[in-house]
């Protein structure tokens, strides 16, 4: 089993930026990919950024590109989702997610999941 717990959301004005961190335990291991989802209300979860399990490939959805960014700290088993130029449509709850070898698009690829961290950006 892997333990995902996030940290770091909160509110912000639009403009702003807020660092979001996903700390492992557990079952923990290199070849880990991660990925971030976010779910906005009444909405369905969505792709938004991840990163294999050895780094060399970081895919972000077409809205945040340029704006976020996302990175890891193997030694510390922690992921990072650094956020600029907020939106009020970045608004949701955020998950990490963790699956083996390579990260994907899809929510059901991935097996193990954090409870969320609130975002929310006013406009």
């Known amino acids: 089993q892997v333990q995902l717990v996030e940290s770091g959301g909160g509110l912000v004005q639009a403009g702003g930026s807020l660092r979001l961190s996903c700390a492992a335990s557990g079952r923990t291991s290199n070849t880990w990919a991660l990925g971030w989802f976010r779910q906005a209300p009444g909405k369905a979860r969505e792709f938004v950024a991840g990163i294999n399990w050895n780094g060399d490939r970081i895919d972000y959805t077409e809205s945040v590109k340029g704006r976020f960014t996302i990175s890891r700290d193997t030694a510390k088993n922690t992921m990072y989702l650094q956020m600029n130029s907020l939106r009020p449509e970045d608004t949701a709850v955020y998950y990490c997610?963790?699956?083996?070898?390579?990260?994907?698009?899809?929510?059901?690829?991935?097996?193990?999941w954090g409870q969320g961290t609130h975002v929310t950006v006013s406009s």
């Open positions: 997610a963790a699956r083996q070898f390579r990260a994907t698009m899809a929510p059901h690829d991935y097996a193990y």
